[in-house]
Structures are given as C-alpha cells and as structure tokens.
C-alpha cells in the first residue's frame, strides 16, 4: 500500500490528539468545524462540491478511504484527521484516499 507523505504527516499528528482523547465517546463531525471545512467535508458524499475539489469522484466516501478507521456496516467511525470525532460513513472530505 503506498501512502502520501501528506497522508502520512496529517495521519501522525492527528494520531497523537487520538491518543490524548482516549476512550472517551467521540461526538460526530459538524460540517462547520473550522477544520472540516478547510477539507471540504461534508456527511454526504453526494453533496461534495465537484467544482470546487476536482478530484472528488461519485462513489468516493469515507467507507472507501484509507483513513477510514470504522468497520464495515458502520454508520459512523473514526478519522484521524479529526481526532475526537467521527464523520460519516457515507462522508467525504479533500483528504479522501483510495482505500488498498
């Protein structure tokens, strides 16, 4: 599996903030939180703006991204992006990466 540098970075900040969190319930992401929107996030993929993140393809969404840490049938999981969080399944963000 070949991962971007930029995935790589982004993945081992957040992952020490998820570590700081610890077991705590994660509340779900709001597609307002600063951070979200300078990803572009939104809930529902279907709802990305193609315009404005070129690389957004239909059928891309959190479920498929190799950032994705929830398990299959799961209507929320984890990111490490945002750490304390979890985004939707059926979610996607500008940070999308193709899952191996």
Known sequence: MTTTRRLFILAAAAGGTAIATGARAQARLDEKD??????????????????KYAKYAPGQNCTSCALYQGKAGDAAGNC?????????????????????
């Open 34 to 51: 600063p951070q979200a929107v300078a990803l572009g996030y939104v809930a529902d993929a279907s709802r990305a703006d193609a315009k």
């Open 80 to 100: 490490p992006l945002y750490a304390g969080r979890q985004v939707s399944a059926k979610g996607w963000c500008s940070a999308w990466a193709k899952k191996a």
